[in-house]
């Protein structure tokens, strides 16, 4: 069965700290895409990082890296330097194969607070 | 960037009315469209995917009777949740794919509140 896990319902960091984001897939496609979407109160969805199964090297973009593992099956989203404007929902989503072609899943998210 | 606008942003209905929402891609073409429920706190769940000019796939328990789903163009795809109850209040947000190898893009949301 295909399926996203994070474990963490809320992490709690101070400003300018890292903080590591917990997500460990199931698949057993040997390609997949792994996403990191940022979901701030007003509902968007802000599109953070994508790792695909074949790249190399981690995902980095700005802040934000992805630590990826493949033979653990991990995907965890590291932020650097946190800031107040980080505090949000976040969820890793995976791209999987469906009978209408692909679509995302998602994990249950984690809630990040950030305080001063 | 890609941009995808989602009408309205929210809406309250009367129940056993029916409420639709449209999910628009303004600047490229959507060959697949996806729409999530999502309960506060917890994750998008998806419902269904629609490929334009096809039926839409539903996922396992949703009913196809109750959320209407068409994706008669590019650019455009339509939910209805017919006759609504209050259970079916909840946060609803679209997303669009301009192909298989590309990224995924959200609208804002839609919040449904029936009374």
């Known amino acids: 069965a295909q399926k996203i896990t994070q474990t963490q319902p809320g992490m709690f960091v101070q400003e300018k700290e890292a903080v590591t984001l917990d997500c460990t897939y199931d698949?057993?496609?040997?390609?997949?895409?792994l996403f990191w979407y940022k979901q701030p109160s007003s509902g968007e969805m802000i599109f953070l990082i994508y790792q695909g199964s074949y790249d190399q090297q981690n995902a980095t973009e700005g802040r934000y890296s992805l630590n990826f593992q493949k033979a653990r099956k991990s995907a965890n989203l590291v932020i650097s330097a946190s800031q107040l404007g980080d505090s949000a929902m976040y969820f890793c989503a995976m791209r999987v194969i469906n009978q209408a072609g692909t679509a995302l899943i998602f994990g249950k998210g984690t809630t990040l607070s950030v305080s001063s | 960037g890609a941009v995808v606008s989602q009408h309205p942003s929210w809406v309250i209905c009367k129940s056993g009315t029916s409420v639709k929402i449209e999910c628009r891609s303004l600047d490229f073409q959507a060959t697949t469209m996806f729409w999530y429920r999502q309960f506060p706190k917890q994750s998008l769940m998806l419902m269904a995917t629609?490929?334009?000019?096809?039926?839409?796939?539903?996922e396992q328990g949703v009913e196809k009777d109750k959320f209407l789903i068409n994706h008669a163009s590019l650019t455009l795809s339509t939910l209805t949740v017919t006759s609504a109850h209050p259970e079916d209040s909840s946060f609803y947000i679209c997303?669009?794919?301009?192909?298989?190898?590309?990224?995924?893009?959200f609208g804002s949301g839609t919040r449904l509140t029936v009374v």
């Open positions: 997303s669009a794919a301009a192909g298989v190898s590309y990224g995924y893009t």
């Open positions: 629609s490929n334009e000019g096809s039926k839409a796939t539903y």
């Open positions: 698949t057993s496609d040997p390609s997949y895409g």
